[in-house]
Each structure stands twice: as C-alpha cells, then as structure tokens.
C-alpha cells in the first residue's frame, strides 16, 4: 500500500509540474493580450473624448455660424450668394443705361448660373454621400466613429485571443 501511495503522490506532482510548466509557459501570451486589451480599451477612451468633443466643436460652430460648419459645396454656395449680394448693391449705385450698369448686369447673371450650379452640386454630393457635401466638423466628427468601430474590433480580437490563450 505504502508503494501505491508514493507512485500516486509521485503521479500526482509530475500532474503539478506539467500543469504548472504549461501555465508558465501560456502567462507571456496571457499578459501580452491583458496588455493589448487595456492599451485598446485605453484607446477606445480616447477616441470616445475626441469624438465628444468634435461634437460639441460641431455643435457650437454651427449655431455660431462658423464657416467650419459648413462643407466646401456648401461654402460655395454660400460665396455665390454674397457675391450676388455685392453685384445688386453695384447695380443700385450705377447710373441707368450706363456700361458700368451692363457690366454689372452681365456679371450678375454669371453669379446666378454659378450659384444654380452650384447648388446642384451640393445637392447631388448630399444625395450620394460625398465627403464634399460635409463639413470639415461633420468629418472629424464622421472619422472619429470610425475610429471607434475601430477600437470596438480591435477589443473583440484581443478578447478572442486572451480566451484562446487561456485555453492553451
């Protein structure tokens, strides 16, 4: 009996060697994916802060009224309507039937076809998505998300890996 019970004990510390050699040997891949999930959770944190405040940056300048807020097409649109502000303030000022007045006239009516133009395109940039039709605000704000959908995947991986590792 007494071999039986040393050939057990001796079965059962070789178990707790193996075991503990096979620990030691999956604890590098183990912390290294600990340290992967906290770095991209620490990340995540980050992108979410900008993402925060890109928003209320979007926010603010849009109620101010900032050119920030506004997407090149729309820019466009925008400089198109002052400019046929400052030609119809140009065509009061000018005398009647005079060259200056005819210039005036023919200026303005190159400013309206520009600004339909334009305007078309806003709209068809709008209708498809581009990034033209977007504010320079709306895109880091558009970036961000990404950025976190990023983060979001890089997390899933590391804690598909860390299970994984666990397993080993």
Known sequence: M???SKACVHAVAVAFAFAA???VAQSPAVKEDKAQMKADEA??????????????????????????AESKDAEKVYKDKQA???????????????????????????????????????????????????SKDAEKVYKDKQAIKGQQKDIA????????????
Do not use: V
């Open 157 to 168: 991986a590391d804690k598909a890996n860390l299970k994984a590792d666990q397993k080993k």
């Open 84 to 134: 046929i502000a400052g030609q119809k303030k140009d065509i009061a000022a000018d005398k009647k039937g005079s060259l200056q007045m005819k210039a005036d006239k023919d200026a303005l009516a190159r400013e309206q076809k520009q600004l339909k133009a334009d305007q078309k395109t806003l709209k068809a940039d709008t209708k498809s998505g581009k990034m033209a039709a977007e």
């Open 21 to 23: 050699g096979t620990a």
């Open 43 to 68: 990340a995540m944190k980050r992108e979410k802060a900008q993402l925060k405040a890109d928003q209320k940056s979007l926010k603010a300048d849009t109620k101010s009224g900032k050119m920030a």
């Open 2 to 4: 007494n071999t039986i």
